[in-house]
C-alpha cells in the first residue's frame, strides 16, 4: 500500500504562505526525483476543492488521478528538468463545472545551488476563458451575419440586373411600337405593358432599398437643393394620378419661407413621391394637400412638410404597424396589394436617417396625414440643385400612368440622315440582342452611325482602328467587361494622343456604387436600364 511521504522540516520555511492571498503550492523534489505537494494555501484548497491533508507528501497523479494527474506530473516532471520558470493551462472537470486554470511553476535552489523545491501559484481563469468563447463567437457570428448580408447583397444586385436587362427590352420596345399605327385598343395593350413592367421595376428597386437600409448602408449627401421645386415637381408628376380620379392635388409653400435647403434631395424626393403617391392612391373623392412650413428656432425640427387626404383613413388599431415592412393595413379587396408594404417602411427609415421623424394621424373614413419633420439648413446662398439637368441619368421608379401618344414622334426631322444626331459616330458595346435591337431602332430616326459589338475587346479593337464620337459602352460583358474596356481605350488615347471620346455607361447594374466604378475608370455618363428614348439621345447629344 502506498502511504503519504511526510513533507520534510524544509517545508516549514513556507509556512508564511498561509499570510498570502492567492492560490499557491509548494513542491518538494525527493531524493527520487518526484516532486510532491509539501504546502498549499486555503485559496489553492478552495479552487481544487483538495484539501491539504489529502494533498501533502503526494504527487499530482496520486491526488488527481486519471489523465489530469498524469498532465499536471508531467508538467511537474519537465519543471524540475528544465529549471526555469514555465506557464502552464490545465483544465479540471468538477462535478458541476470545468474550471481552466493558469499555472506559473517558479524552481527554488539552495546554497549549493541544487534544486529542493518548486513554487506554484495558480489562477483561475474559467470567467477569461468563457469572456473569450463568447467574444468570439460573437465575431463569428457578427462575421456570419455580415457574410449572409453580403450575399444577399449580391444575390439582390444580381437579381435586379438580371431583371432590369430583359426589362429595358420590354420598356424599350413598348415606346417604340408606341410610335407606330395603333388603334385604341393596341394602344391601350402597349400602356399596360409598360405599366405593369414600370409597376414591378418599382419592386425591384424598393427591395433593394429596403436591403441597405438594413444592412445600414444607405449613404446621404448635403447639397443645397430647391425643396420648393422639388414638391412642385412631385406634385405635378403624381398628378397625372389624381387628375385620373378627378382629385384636386394641391401644395402650399408660402412665399416666405426659404426655398433651398441644404440636404439629399433624391431622398427626400423619395419620401415625397412615396407619401404623395401612397394619398393618391388611397383617396377616391376628395383632395390630397401639401403643406409645407418652417419654423426657425421653433423647434429641434423645424421643417415639417404635411401630406394629407380625404381617402379611407386608418383604423387606430392599425397605426402601430402602419410603417411595418411587408404591411399593408387595407383588407379592402380594392385597395390591398398595391404595392410591396415598403414604401412606408423605407420612408421611415430615410426619414430617421436624416435626422428627422416621420408620424401619422388618421381618421377612418375622413383620411390621413403623414407628418414628415426635418432639421435641414435653410440657404439661398448657391444655386441649388433641381429634380433635373444632372450628368447622371436614370429613369424615375414610381408607377406612373404612361401615355404613349404623347411621346409618338412625327417630326420629319427624325428621319433617317436628318436627326439630331446625323453623322456622328456611336460605338455600341452590349451583349445582348434585344438591347441591342432597342438601342438601333431607337437611335436609327436620328440619323446616328451605329456599330454594334459583343464585349469589352471588341470595343478596344474598334478603338484602336477608327475614332467615335460615343461609346455606349454595357458593364456586364463576356471576355472584357466595360468598365476594363474604359480602362484600356483611356491609356491607349493617352498613350497615342488622341482626344478622348465620350463613354457612357448603359447598364443594368444600376447600384450608386456601379455609378462611382464608373466615373472612376473614366466614363462621361451613367444611364441606367430600362432607358427612355428621350434619356437616350439626350445624353448622346
Request: with cysteine; aromatic share 6%; glycine share 8%.
Amino acid at each position: 500500500m502506498n502511504t503519504p511521504r511526510k513533507p520534510s522540516n524544509l517545508s516549514n520555511h513556507f509556512a508564511f504562505l498561509d499570510a498570502a492571498q492567492g492560490a499557491i503550492f509548494v513542491l518538494e523534489v525527493g531524493a527520487d526525483g518526484m516532486p510532491r505537494y509539501v504546502k498549499v494555501t486555503k485559496e489553492w484548497e478552495r479552487r481544487t476543492e483538495v484539501a491539504a491533508k489529502d494533498a501533502l507528501g503526494k504527487t499530482a497523479l496520486e491526488i488527481f488521478g486519471g489523465w489530469n494527474g498524469e498532465r499536471g506530473l508531467a508538467l511537474h516532471l519537465e519543471a524540475v528538468k528544465a529549471q526555469t520558470e514555465s506557464v502552464h493551462f490545465v483544465t479540471i472537470p468538477f462535478d458541476d463545472r470545468i474550471a481552466d486554470f493558469r499555472t506559473t511553476l517558479r524552481p527554488v535552489f539552495d546554497d549549493a545551488g541544487q534544486l529542493t523545491h518548486i513554487v506554484g501559484t495558480t489562477e483561475d481563469i474559467t470567467s477569461q476563458r468563457e469572456r473569450d468563447q463568447a467574444l468570439e463567437l460573437n465575431k463569428l457570428a457578427r462575421e456570419e451575419a455580415e457574410e449572409a448580408n453580403r450575399a444577399k447583397e449580391r444575390f439582390l444586385a444580381n437579381v435586379s440586373h438580371e431583371i432590369r436587362t430583359p426589362m429595358n427590352g420590354i420598356m424599350g420596345m413598348c415606346e417604340l411600337l408606341s410610335e407606330t399605327e395603333l388603334d385604341d385598343h393596341q394602344r391601350l395593350c402597349a400602356n399596360t405593358i409598360y405599366n405593369s413592367a414600370n409597376a414591378l421595376l418599382t419592386i425591384v428597386n424598393d427591395v433593394l432599398d429596403f436591403s441597405k437600409i438594413q444592412a445600414q448602408k444607405i449613404s446621404l449627401t448635403d447639397e443645397p437643393f430647391s425643396l420648393r421645386e422639388l414638391v412642385r415637381e412631385c406634385c405635378a408628376l403624381l398628378s397625372r394620378h389624381s387628375d385620373a380620379k378627378k382629385l384636386e392635388l394641391v401644395f402650399d409653400y408660402p412665399e416666405d419661407m426659404p426655398s433651398s435647403f441644404v440636404g439629399d434631395m433624391s431622398r427626400v424626393r423619395q419620401v415625397l413621391l412615396n407619401l404623395i403617391g401612397n394619398a393618391v392612391k388611397f383617396t377616391e373623392v376628395g383632395r390630397v394637400s401639401v403643406k409645407v412650413s418652417f419654423a426657425s428656432g421653433a423647434d429641434e425640427m423645424p421643417l415639417k412638410i404635411a401630406v394629407s387626404d380625404t381617402g379611407v383613413g386608418i383604423d387606430p388599431a392599425q397605426l402601430e404597424m402602419i410603417f411595418t415592412a411587408f404591411e399593408q393595413v387595407h383588407e379592402d379587396g380594392k385597395l390591398r396589394g398595391k404595392g410591396t408594404g415598403l414604401g412606408l417602411a423605407i420612408s421611415k427609415a430615410l426619414v430617421e436617417r436624416m435626422g428627422g421623424k416621420l408620424s401619422v394621424e388618421s381618421v377612418p373614413n375622413e383620411g390621413t396625414t403623414f407628418l414628415v419633420a426635418l432639421n435641414l439648413t435653410p440657404t439661398d446662398a448657391v444655386t441649388p440643385k433641381v429634380g433635373a439637368g444632372q450628368e447622371i441619368h436614370s429613369e424615375p421608379t414610381e408607377n406612373v400612368i404612361w401615355d404613349s401618344r404623347k411621346i409618338a414622334r412625327t417630326d420629319a426631322s427624325l428621319a433617317v440622315g436628318k436627326g439630331p444626331l446625323s453623322g456622328r459616330q456611336i460605338l455600341v458595346a452590349e451583349d445582348n440582342k434585344t438591347n441591342q435591337m432597342v438601342v438601333r431602332k431607337m437611335l436609327e430616326p436620328t440619323g446616328a452611325d451605329m456599330r454594334f459589338v459583343q464585349d469589352g475587346l471588341e470595343a478596344l479593337e474598334c478603338c484602336r482602328n477608327q475614332v467615335y464620337d460615343v461609346i455606349l459602352m454595357d458593364l456586364s460583358m463576356p471576355v472584357m467587361g466595360g468598365l476594363q474596356a474604359t480602362r484600356e481605350i483611356r491609356l491607349f488615347e493617352k498613350e497615342s494622343g488622341r482626344v478622348p471620346c465620350r463613354i457612357v455607361a448603359l447598364t443594368a447594374n444600376a447600384q450608386p456604387s456601379d455609378t462611382e466604378a464608373c466615373f472612376e475608370a473614366g466614363m462621361d455618363g451613367f444611364l441606367s436600364k430600362p432607358f427612355r428614348k428621350q434619356a437616350l439621345i439626350d445624353i448622346l447629344q
